[in-house]
């Protein structure tokens, strides 16, 4: 219903307050805590109303259920979405690439081959961020987004009203005259918190989630995020963690997007936006410190090597990182 034909319209928003299943399934409870009763579940990209939010005892890390149609869910692997459609750009310089964040809860991509013709791949989703380099016919005769994804050879195109251009100046770097050594971070794995120090004072501080400490990725590495310093090594706005395999379906380790990507090992453990869980407080990840969208942003931003113009990526040796247990 989200995305029938009556909500085409530009400039068009859902002022409700919307989360989306960002897992296989979630149930849903007759009270806000774990050992009541389950009287019903919902699936997979399924969106659910928010009624009321509630602050329940447990769990203590993270205490926010949602009062939902015919009971409560918690919030862990929950993501709160909006629906806002945009206007088309059109103009495009040639060679140029743009940066666009979803601005529905999921969107559905389209591919074209001659020997299939259109053909659905996996959705992107709220928050995530891809580059743009032009538009093109989509599979309704409308105009569509065509998606540069840098693991994908075929491109792909997707909704235009389903993206919105990022301004370059919200990208503006933040605190650059700040010397490379006045700035450094602190990232603590027992209390999961990160913290970002110019002249030793913290200006920014947030609860985060980093690797599990036991268990492996797809790649067969293990999931723990790595303690001792580091310095940033990369920034990439928006990049595709997995394989690139189309095949793959909505549960698989297929992530395009991730935004706000700063990596600080070569074997690519970095701070990046999560738009899959809600669970900040515990270890969630493949060995990466996940992050609120918006928070990662503001790292991003903050962080040197300084990331201007549109840029695929920015190397260099950047701000120096901390990882310890306190």
Not at 51 to 61: G, K, L, S
Not at 127 to 141: A, L
Not at 280 to 293: A, D, F, L, Q
């Amino acid at each position: 219903m989200a995305f029938s034909p009556i909500k085409e319209r530009l400039n068009l928003f859902d002022d409700r307050m919307l989360v989306r299943v960002a897992t296989d399934a979630i149930s849903v409870h007759s009270q806000p805590n774990d050992e009541s009763r389950i009287i019903g579940q919902w699936y997979r990209d399924d969106l659910l109303t928010v009624y009321e939010e509630v602050i329940a005892e447990t769990p203590a890390y993270n205490p926010v259920w949602y009062r939902v149609w015919g009971g409560f869910v918690h919030r862990a692997r929950l993501q709160r979405v909006e629906l806002l459609y945009n206007p088309t750009q059109t103009i495009f310089e040639e060679g140029q690439r743009y940066l666009a964040e979803v601005t529905v809860p999921f969107s559905q991509p389209m591919r074209y081959s001659k020997f299939y013709g259109w053909e659905p791949i996996y959705p992107l989703y709220y928050e995530s961020v891809h580059w743009v380099d032009s538009v093109g016919e989509g599979p309704d005769g409308k105009i569509w987004y065509r998606i540069f994804d840098e693991l994908v050879s075929v491109p792909y195109y997707v909704p235009t009203a389903h993206l919105r251009m990022i301004p370059p100046k919200s990208l503006a770097p933040i605190s650059p005259e700040v010397e490379y050594l006045d700035k450094h971070v602190d990232v603590d794995l027992t209390t999961q918190r990160v913290m970002a120090y110019e002249y030793e004072k913290i200006v920014f501080e947030t609860v985060i989630s980093s690797g599990l400490v036991y268990g492996g990725n797809p790649n067969g590495i293990g999931t723990k995020t790595p303690t001792g310093k580091f310095h940033i090594r990369e920034k990439m706005p928006s990049k595709h963690m997995g394989d690139g395999s189309l095949a793959s379906d909505t549960s698989a380790y297929e992530l395009p997007g991730v935004p706000w990507t700063c990596f600080f090992t070569e074997a690519g453990h970095a701070f990046h936006g999560t738009y899959w869980h809600e669970n900040y407080g515990v270890p969630m990840s493949h060995g990466c410190i996940n992050m609120r969208t918006h928070e990662a942003k503001w790292l991003f931003r903050w962080l040197r090597p300084v990331h201007d113009g549109p840029q695929l990526y920015r190397r260099g040796y950047g701000t120096e990182v901390n990882i310890f247990y306190s």
